[in-house]
């Protein structure tokens, strides 16, 4: 906070203000939080999609670093299998294009989990490189193969929000809320009962602490990081579509904001823990719809109130070493 404020003043303006409206104006200010609340839960539902998939490796060691490539990817396919209908109207096209999203997901992330298994390929640059692969898809799906006939040339599909039976509709009329927020509230409870109260969860965190514990206990692991590595991609997926579908509304050069690399984020943030996975990705959130609000406001660049964010999380996990480790002066 102290170096964001130092940060704000160069730029000429009170960081009082600057903070102020970050972080309170959203939350309590009459004119601001009708409609930033439901934002930060519009914008905090696929990190917490994310950050869940991502915590499931993460418990077991393994480190799935290309979830962004993975949103894409499901955006890409679900938006591809509904778009190659449109115009027909059906009740079926909204499930079957969520269902594909998934896939998407889950197929892109079957290449680390299949290298990984088979020759012992690091997790962490294979999914990492099949981002760049997945940019480049979407580049092409903008300005080729998904390009809106209608769209005068330019570049980007057709706007499913304006396609009823792809659309991603608002649960509650006039926020914005879908469901995709909802989804990422019911996979909190999901993940909490995985993790603590199933015999997958106790795998997960026995192959995480002691490999070698895990393999003497008859269990295979090549089956527990293809299921870690497939969980996160389809929620990465998942998120993808629903993101598509929804606030984004098309598949453009643009879609992919960075929520998959902010998700790894806000996963350590939350300790890998579901209910601390929840208020992380919520309180991320929250950075987003204030910054907007004092790029908006106070006229700041969008390029500091990233370095603020930046910031933030960096002095945030870095409290981990005064949690994890003590300094303890040697005497002579």
Not at 299 to 325: E, H, K, R, T, W
């Amino acid at each position: 906070m102290l170096i964001g404020g130092i940060l704000f003043y160069f730029l000429g303006v009170d960081p009082f203000a600057a903070i102020k409206m970050i972080f309170w104006d959203p939350l309590m200010s009459e004119t601001f939080s009708t409609y930033s609340i439901p934002q930060i839960f519009i914008k905090g539902a696929p990190l917490i999609l994310i950050a869940l998939g991502l915590s499931v490796g993460f418990k077991a060691n393994i480190w799935n670093i290309g979830a962004e490539g993975q949103y894409i990817m499901g955006a890409i396919f679900g938006a591809s299998f509904a778009l190659s209908l449109y115009p027909l109207e059906s009740a079926f096209i909204f499930p079957l294009m969520v269902f594909i999203g998934i896939a998407g997901g889950c197929l892109w992330s079957l290449i680390p989990a299949i290298l990984k298994i088979r020759f012992n390929v690091n997790e962490i640059l294979v999914s990492l490189m099949l981002v760049y692969v997945a940019e480049q898809i979407l580049a092409l799906a903008s300005l080729g193969f998904l390009r809106n006939p209608d769209g005068a040339g330019f570049p980007g599909s057709r706007n499913l929000s304006q396609y009823p039976s792809a659309s991603n509709s608002e649960l509650i009329l006039g926020t914005g809320i879908h469901l995709g927020v909802v989804l990422s509230l019911f996979m909190i409870v999901f993940f909490y009962i995985l993790f603590f109260r199933h015999s997958l969860g106790f795998k997960i965190k026995l192959l995480g602490s002691s490999p070698k514990a895990y393999s003497f206990s008859g269990q295979n692991p090549n089956k527990l990081i293809f299921i870690c590595l497939t969980l996160s991609g389809g929620l990465a997926g998942l998120a993808g579509i629903m993101e598509v579908a929804g606030p984004a509304g098309q598949i453009n050069i643009d879609f992919n904001v960075g929520y998959g690399f902010t998700a790894i984020i806000v996963a350590f943030l939350g300790r890998l823990n579901p209910i601390g996975i929840l208020f992380a990705g919520l309180v991320m959130a929250l950075t987003y719809v204030g910054g907007e609000l004092t790029q908006f406001m106070l006229n700041l660049p969008a390029a500091a109130i990233q370095l603020f964010q930046g910031m933030l999380l960096f002095f945030l996990l870095s409290f981990d070493l005064f949690v994890y480790y003590k300094i303890r002066l040697r005497g002579n």
